[in-house]
C-alpha cells in the first residue's frame, strides 16, 4: 500500500513535488529533417566541416588584385582588362558566390564599374578582402552548434543541413495513456445518438489526447473503463509500458470514486487535492516509476489540471526546457471576485487591450473555454481584481 | 509581359499591396477529431442537442423535496428515508452526474447529510434546483458554437464531440511549391560529401518547407532548378496548381539572376526590391492568380522574406486570422546602429529580461539566427536603439 503524502496542496507546491519524482525520457531516435521541427536535440553538435567550404565572392562585380586598384575614384579611374585568369592589372567577372579565381584578393562591386569592350574602368579603391567571404565564414569546423536539449527551429535545420548532415538524434516524444474512466461514460464511436439519460459521451479522453500531442507528447486512448477498482487497477497496469497514465474521472470523494485508492495501492499518492478551483480532486502519484495523474471528471477542471500539472510533466519527460510563456498585459473589463484559499481560474475573451471575465453559471462549463482566448490565474492570496486592473493573461492554447 | 508597380518599398506597404491580390482559398474538407488542433473551421456550427440532456445531480448526496427539508439546521436536523422512488419524506442517494429521479428538485450534498440505518438526517435546507444540473446547462439545443474561421484548439474538439460530432468541416491546406534556382547548388542527396568549390547545398528550401508546413500549409519541395529562363519559366507553369509558389535564389541583379524577368513574363511582378536589410532583393508578383515570392538566396534574407512576406500569406490563404504575436519587453544589452532607410533585422539571445543583438561580421549568417532566441525589426526611420532602451522582441519560430 502506497503512502499519501500530500492533502490540499498549492498547485506550485503540488508541481514541485511532482516534477521532484519526474525526470526526462533521453530514449533518442534518429530523424531525418522533414519533421524535425519543435524535437529536442539528443546530441551536441559541433561542425565537421567549414561552411563555407571556399573562399568566395560576396557581391556581383569583378576579381581583382586590391593593390590594382590603389587611387581609384570616379575622377581619376584604374583600368583593367577583362580576362580568364588574374595577374597584375587584369579583372574577371564574379557574381555572388562565385568561387575567388587564384591570385585575385577582393572584388569591386559591379556599381563602381563600368565595361567598354574588354576594358573594365573601376571608380573605387578596395582593399584586400574586400566583398570576399572567406572559408568557414558562416561556421568554422569544430565549432559547436547546438547543445543537447535545443529545441529545433526550421532556421537549424537548415543551418545542420549545411554542415552536410541529413538526419539528426532528438530524443524520443513519451508515450501517454490516457484512460477515462466512469460508468457513465458512452463511447463516441456512438456519437450519432443521444445517449441515455444518465450518460455521457466520453470526450475528455479527446481533449487529454489533443493536448498531449500538442505538448509534446503521444497520445495512447484507451478504452473506457467502468468504476471498479480491480477493472482500473488493471488497465494502469496494462498501460505500464507508456512514460505516463492519464486517468480521467473518479477522484472525488464519492462512493464511485476508486482512483485514488486503486493508485495508492499499486505505488504512491504524492499529492491529492489541489487549492484551486476548479480542479480541486486531482490527483497525482506516482507507479513503477511512471508519473500518473487522475484528472478531475468536470471538463474545466479536467482541463485545468492538464494544463498546469500535465503539460509541465510532458515537456520535463521530453526534455523540452521551459517555453518562454506567452503573458499578455490586459485591462479587466470587469472586476472579478475569487474564492478565498484557492486559485481560481477565469476565463477572459480580449477585445482591444481589455479582458472580459467569464463568470457566473457558465464559468465551469467547458463551452465557455472554448470561447474563450485566455485565461487569468487568480492566486490563492487576491480575492478580488478591480475592473481596469492592469493583470496577466496566459493566452489558451 | 507583366508590369512591374513597384520597386524598393518598406515592408508594410509591399505586404499590403502583395495582400490586396491574394484571397483565402476556401476549398474544405471533412476531418475527424483525431487530427483537428489548430485547423480552421470551414463552418458555422450550431448545436443540434442540448448537452445536458438530462437533469442530473451537480454533487455527491441525496436527493430530495426541497419541501422536505425546510428550516433544517445542525441543532434542527430533518429525517428523511432512504428509498428507491421519491415521496413525501424520502431521499435517494445520487453521485455527480446521476439523473435526478423523479419527484426530486434538489440534492443535499453528502457533507451536510449523516445516516443511521436507512434515515438520512439532513443538517442544511435546500431550495430548489439546489445542486442540480439542468438540460441544456452547458449548451442548448440552437446555440451558436463556432463561427466559421475559428481555429480549432483541443477544448474545442471536446465541446463539439459533446454536441454529438465526429468530425468537422476544415479548410484545405494551402500547397506551396517551393522551388530552388541555382547552378550553384547541390542537392541534399548527396549532403554526404563536401560540394566542389563553387558549389552549396541546397538548403534553403528545406528551410521553407519546414516554415511552409509550421505555418500552416504543405510544402511541395520541388528539385533544383539551373540558372536558366526557360527552365525557371517550365518549373513554375509546372506548379501552377499549387495554392502559392515560392522561388529561392536568383532574385538579385545579377547577370544570373532571371527570376523577376520570367515572373514579369508570366503575370504581374507586384514588388521587386524590398526597404528591409537583410532581404532586400524579394520580389513579390502574381502568376495566374496564384500568389509567387521569390526569396533572395542568401539565408538570413530569405529567412527575412519568409517571416515578414510568406509567413501572413500563407495565414491568409489557409484562413487564419492574424495570431496574437507573441511580443516580449526587453532591455536591450548594447546599442544597435541601424542602415537608415531601410528596416533593419537584428537577432538577439536573451539573458533574463536583456536581449543582446548579434551584430558584426556574422549578422548575415543562418548560424547566427540560429543562436538566437527572438529579433528586433528597428523601423526605417530609426538609426540608434540605444544602451538599455526597453524594445519590443519577436520569439523567433
Redesign the interface.
Known sequence: MGRILKKRTSIDDALRCFLENVFPLRKTEEIT??F??DRILAETLVSG?D????R?AAM?GYAVRASDTAGASPANPAQLQLSDRIETGSAI?V?????MPIGADAVVV?EDTSIEGDIIEVRAQVYPNRNVADVG???KRG?L??EEGHLL???????L??M???RVKVFQKPIVAIIPT?D?LVS?ER?????P??M??E??G??????V??WGGIPRHTGIVPDNPDSIKKAVEANLDADMIILSGGT?????DHVPDVLASLGDVLVQGIKVSPGKPTVLGIVDQKPVVCLP???VAG?VALYFLVRPVIKRLASIASP?E?V?RKRLATKITSKKGYANFICVF?EGDKAHPFTG?KAG???T??KA?GFVLVPENVEVYDEGEEIDVF???
Open positions: 529533417f522533414e524535425c521541427t566541416r561552411v563555407l567550404h571556399y568566395r556581383d567577372w557574381h555572388t558566390g562565385t568561387l559591379v565564414e558562416d561556421i565549432d552548434i547546438f527551429r526550421p532556421c537549424d535545420a537548415a543551418v543541413a549545411s552536410g548532415l541529413d466512469g457513465e463516441r456519437a450519432g445518438e443521444v445517449p439519460p444518465g455521457v459521451l470526450t475528455n479527446l481533449m487529454t489526447a489533443l493536448y500531442r500538442k472525488s470523494v464519492g462512493k464511485r471528471g468536470y471538463p482541463f518562454n506567452c499578455l480580449f453559471a462549463s467547458l463551452s473555454v472554448a482566448d493566452l489558451l492554447e
